[in-house]
């Protein structure tokens, strides 16, 4: 039926009608409003976080100005001009979401701030936000949880929360999403498990949760998930890769490296057919690669490094075409590199370093042209370089390093001009380095040391204008070093050391101005220094040692400031040292000794802060040793010897308390050696010899108990040698020769027991040798010769180890020792010994009696020496019978005066109770308080002393409360019980009191050792058999009976019982952690018992063997 507006009109409720027509009409204006507070409330959301922002970022949204929102920057608005997009990533903005009102923007659908430094934590808020879709917040400083509310954004497709700082666990509710498609949380530092409820996400195909701190097992859904990027890598779970993964059809992307993950390679991986991208390095998986790894032929990326995998690499690994990177090092693979790599013809980066490989480089490796990358460093390749390396045109590095190849390098290795970086070291490679290397004008790196290279460096090296190190030391190249080095301006390394090179280092080397490292030592270079070295400002470290070079040390050489270590000894300089060394601040190390360098050294160094080596030793330099050496808080070895500085030493120099060597001999100083060296704690080495010091050995020197190597000799020191020495337990050396030391030699020196070298001769010692030096074990070389020593030399009897001695010009006497050292000695290590004997040429030999003579004399000594001696024997034992028997029949009367004083009142067969029971009330006063002593639950202990001086304790029981029954069940089980005791051990019975013994078996059947039936001998081999049999009681739960003789049967015959099936089966079976230790109480028990008391252990060793 159809009305007409009259027709509503003359209606019955037309007031009603004509309201609800009004209502329709204006509805329009009323919706257009709405929608434009709305818009106006994004606008002022936005405005207002905004502000919340630091300046830079307020700058970056300047175009944020009006209420028209859509036109902002990063925003975008739907049909209705509602904002339904915000996109401001890699902007720099800085704030937090706190301020962003998440409740005005519902219309959003794509929210990504990625990029930026956005800190604080995620608002639970965000979960109104019901129609989003994508919200991407990686890339910022967001941490705090991840708030549960962000489940509740039902329509979520895309979450990226990546690089971030978050705590604890994805939210365990995130399986609401149902819609999620991707889920990218790597690097979020999140812990705990990946919540189970991650199964519910069937619309998910794109998972990462890498680089985490997760832990715990991979729920089981996952490896039936339908997804095509898997990455679980970093983080710490268990478990190993399941043969379910067969089940991922759709995968192309599989990162599993350093997950925790173990165990093998699955056979069923090679199902994964679309699989693109292949990671399960440093898992600690084993075994082999399985040959299906042959079917995976779109893959460009294969990593397993890291691992523990063996065998070979299968050839199957030559179908994988599409392959461009391959990561097999680190492992333990073996055999030879199979030569269907070569059809890996877009491979672009090969890496085998660090396995067992052997054999020959194949030479189908030349067929790689994209090859970038090749290591097979580290294995045991040997043979020649193949010549077709020359064909991999696009290689930039190149690393052979640390295997055995042979042979020449080839010169086509000057074909390969992207080359950056080669690395040959550390094999048997010979002959010239090629002069095709010139080629390589892009190559940075040179590393061929450690090999027989031969001939001169190539000038044509000089061709390589972007070469920044070159490595060629250890080999056996000669002649010049080329003047066109001086091209390589970029060069910040040059290792030419041990090598046969030789000439002047040529002048253009001063055009390296980044040099930092310039090594040369050990060659037969000669000439001087070009002026021109003074350019490199750049110089770390100039090593110039044991070459032939004269002149002048460069005067500037440390003029950039940054010298920090400077060798050239061992050669011929001359002059002084530079004098930009003395406030060269940088220095660490400096050694110029064994040249001809003079000057006064007095104040040549300035204070240098890092200054830890010095050595001056065997130049010209005179001058005083300077006090500011004590303020080197750095240096551990000062080496001044055989200079001509005079003066004292100063005592400042304790203060230097890092030294460890201090050397200073063979100069003109003068004084006494300081006290206060004894500072100096960590020193190991002191050399003052063959100076003019004076005085005594100071004491306190024992305080350096790290000192091993100590030598004063040839000065003029005096006195007595201090005692105090023999506390340097550390000493290897001691040297006190040609001084004028006096007395004897001190007793304490015999505990050095360390000592190898001992050097005393030429002093003024005195006084028998006793045995002071005999326990000297490790003593090699000895040294006691031009002194007045006396005595035998039977304390050497025993020194074995001694390899040279002299002992000449002494008074020594008796027969030489017979041991190798004086066996083979020489006259001049005996001589001016008056009264020595012995079979070295030219000593006299010791006196020997004749057959006869000696008979003679022996029998003569056995007549009086044996009726003397049987005399005082028999003697003694007869004094001794008469002692004994006094003893024993004093002790008798003793005893039985004792008996008849104090007879046993509670013995059974005198017993009388109610006589007891009197003198126990008379003893205790009626049990008055004074002689309680406790109470318990039952009654009260009082103390007695009865009138035979026996002192007992006495339980009287509680009185029973009035209304009570006494329990007199209790009572009469518990007095039954005590008589029913029995002792099992030993046969306890009642003796007579007039009787010392009842039985002669001694022990307890079952338990006794079986020796005891017939020697009736008691000793602690017994009681070991008993305790034996004890512990197998315990084990067993029984006594073990006949079980006995089948143990030792099979303990015998070596056959094998199953202790687990022994043992008391009403106690639970032991733990895996317990089983060897019952097991070795079993043993231990089973030791007890043997048939032999010998073969018994002792009660200390079994104890031992449970502690421990």
């Not at 929210?111 to 430094?117: A, P, T």
């Not at 002069?435 to 090296?461: C, D, H, K, M, R």
């Not at 160094?605 to 004590?630: D, M, R, T």
């Not at 004084?671 to 306190?700: A, E, H, M, W």
Request: proline residues 5%; glycine residues 8%; charged residues 15%.
């Amino acid at each position: 039926m159809m009305f007409t507006f009259p027709t509503l009109l003359s209606m019955k409720f037309q007031p009603f009608w004509l309201l609800l027509l009004m209502f329709f009409c204006a509805f329009p204006h009323s919706h257009h409003a709405f929608n434009s507070s709305g818009i106006a409330s994004e606008a002022n959301a936005l405005l207002k976080w905004k502000a919340s922002l630091d300046k830079q970022s307020q700058a970056s949204l300047s175009s944020w100005t009006a209420n028209t929102s859509c036109n902002w920057l990063g925003i975008a608005c739907d049909h209705s001009n509602h904002v339904s997009q915000i996109n401001l990533p890699n902007i720099g903005l800085r704030g937090t979401l706190e301020y962003l009102n998440f409740s005005m923007l519902t219309n959003i659908h794509i929210l990504n701030l990625s990029n930026n430094s956005l800190n604080g934590s995620i608002p639970p808020q965000i979960g109104v936000m019901s129609n989003l879709v994508v919200l991407d917040l990686s890339a910022n400083k967001l941490s705090g949880i991840i708030p549960s509310e962000i489940t509740q954004l039902i329509s979520l497709q895309k979450l990226n929360m990546s690089g971030n700082t978050f705590s604890e666990s994805l939210p365990q509710e995130i399986g609401r999403l149902r819609e999620l498609r991707m889920l990218h949380v790597p690097w979020c530092n999140l812990t705990g498990t990946i919540p189970i409820s991650i199964e519910q996400l069937n619309n998910l195909i794109y998972l990462d949760v890498g680089g985490n701190n997760l832990s715990g097992s991979i729920p089981q859904r996952i490896w039936h998930m339908d997804l095509n990027h898997l990455s679980l890598a970093v983080n710490k779970f268990h478990g190993s890769i399941p043969k379910e993964i067969v089940n991922m059809r759709n995968l192309e992307i599989l990162y599993l490296w350093e997950s925790g993950l173990s165990g093998t390679m699955p056979q069923e991986i090679g199902m994964l057919g679309k699989l693109i991208e292949l990671d399960m390095s440093s898992c600690n998986l084993s075994g082999f690669i399985p040959i299906s790894i042959g079917t995976l032929t779109n893959l460009s990326l294969l990593s397993l490094h890291d691992n523990q995998l063996s065998g070979h690499i299968p050839s199957e690994i030559g179908k994988l075409i599409n392959l461009k990177m391959l990561y097999l090092q680190s492992n333990n693979f073996s055999d030879s590199i199979p030569r269907e790599i070569g059809y890996l013809s877009n491979l672009n980066k090969l890496y085998l370093k660090g396995n067992q490989l052997s054999g020959f480089i194949p030479h189908d490796i030349g067929f790689l042209r994209k090859l970038s990358e090749l290591d097979l460093s580290e294995n045991f390749l040997s043979g020649k370089i193949p010549s077709t390396i020359g064909n991999l045109s696009n290689l930039s590095f190149l690393y052979l390093y640390d295997n055995q190849f042979s042979g020449f390098i080839p010169d086509e290795i000057g074909n390969l001009h992207s080359l950056l970086t080669i690395q040959l070291l550390g094999n048997n490679l010979s002959g010239p380095i090629p002069t095709s290397i010139g080629n390589l004008v892009n190559l940075e790196s040179v590393l061929l040391y450690q090999n027989n290279l031969s001939g001169p460096i190539p000038t044509s090296i000089g061709n390589l204008v972007n070469l920044k190190s070159i490595s060629l030391y250890q080999n056996n190249l000669s002649g010049p070093i080329p003047a066109s080095i001086g091209n390589l301006v970029n060069l910040e390394s040059v290792l030419l050391y041990q090598n046969k090179l030789s000439g002047s280092i040529p002048s253009t080397i001063g055009n390296l101005s980044k040099l930092h490292d310039l090594n040369l030592l050990e060659n037969y270079l000669s000439g001087k220094i070009p002026t021109e070295m003074n350019k490199i400002v750049a110089l770390e470290n100039l090593q110039l040692a044991d070459n032939n070079f004269v002149g002048h040390l460069p005067h500037n050489i440390c003029v950039g400031g940054k010298l920090a270590n400077f060798s050239a000894s061992k050669n011929h300089f001359t002059g002084h040292i530079p004098e930009s060394l003395k406030n060269c601040s940088s220095l660490i190390r400096v050694r110029l000794q064994k040249n001809q360098l003079t000057g006064n050294i007095t104040d040549a160094f300035g204070v240098l802060p890092n200054l830890n080596y010095i050595e001056l030793s065997e130049n010209n330099f005179y001058g005083h040793l300077s006090p500011n050496w004590g303020k080197f808080r750095s240096l551990t070895r000062l080496k001044i010897s055989n200079n001509n500085l005079s003066g004292v030493i100063p005592p400042e120099l304790s203060e230097a308390t890092e030294l460890r060597e201090l050397q200073l001999s063979s100069n003109h100083l003068t004084g006494s050696i300081p006290q206060d060296l004894s500072k100096l704690v960590l020193l190991f080495r002191l050399y003052l010899n063959n100076n003019n010091l004076s005085g005594n050995i100071p004491t306190k020197i024992a305080s350096m108990k790290n000192l091993q190597f100590l030598r004063l000799g040839s000065n003029n020191l005096s006195g007595l040698i201090p005692h105090q020495l023999g506390n340097l337990l550390s000493l290897l050396e001691m040297n006190l020769s040609q001084n004028k030391f006096e007395g004897n030699i001190p007793v304490e020196l015999g505990k050095l027991i360390s000592l190898t070298t001992l050097d005393l001769s030429e002093n003024l010692l005195r006084g028998r040798l006793t045995h002071v030096l005999g326990g000297l074990q490790k003593l090699e070389t000895l040294n006691l010769s031009h002194n007045s020593l006396s005595g035998d030399l039977s304390s050497f009897d025993g020194m074995m180890s001694l390899t040279s001695i002299d002992i000449s010009y002494n008074d020594f006497e008796g027969p030489l020792p017979n041991i190798p050292v004086f066996r083979n000695a020489t006259m001049d290590a005996v001589r001016n010994n008056k009264g020595l004997c012995g079979n070295v040429s030219g000593l006299k030999p010791c006196p020997t009696l004749s057959g006869k003579s000696q008979n003679h004399t022996t029998k003569k000594v056995i007549t009086m020496v044996l009726p003397l001696t049987l005399g005082t024997l028999m003697l003694a034992l007869f004094v001794f019978g008469v002692l004994y028997y006094l003893c024993k029949t004093s002790l008798k009367v003793e005893d039985q005066a004792t008996n008849l004083q104090t007879p046993n009142t509670f013995a059974i067969w005198s017993f009388d109770g109610k006589m007891v029971f009197e003198n126990i009330v008379e003893a205790t006063e009626s049990f008055d308080d004074k002689h309680l002593i406790g109470v318990g639950g039952q009654g009260q202990v009082y103390k007695a002393m009865l009138p035979s001086g026996q002192v007992v304790a006495v339980k009287k029981l509680h009185s029973v409360p009035n209304g009570e029954k006494l329990n007199v069940k209790a009572f009469t089980s518990e007095i039954q019980a005590l008589t029913e005791i029995r002792h099992h051990f030993g046969t306890a019975k009642f003796l007579n009191p007039n009787s010392s013994n009842w039985t002669s078996f001694v022990g307890t059947f079952g338990y006794a050792a079986p020796e005891l039936a017939y020697t009736m001998e008691v000793n602690e081999k017994c009681d070991v058999y008993s305790f034996g049999v004890l512990a197998w009681e315990i084990l067993l739960g029984k006594h073990p009976g006949d079980f006995i003789s089948s143990l030792l049967s099979s303990s015998s015959t070596g056959d094998h019982m199953t202790l687990m099936d022994k043992l008391d089966q009403r106690l639970p079976r032991p733990t895996k952690r317990l089983v060897k230790e019952v097991a070795s109480v079993a043993k231990i028990a089973l030791a007890c018992m043997t048939e032999s008391p010998r073969s018994r252990p002792t009660m200390k060793e079994v104890v031992n063997e449970l502690v421990l």
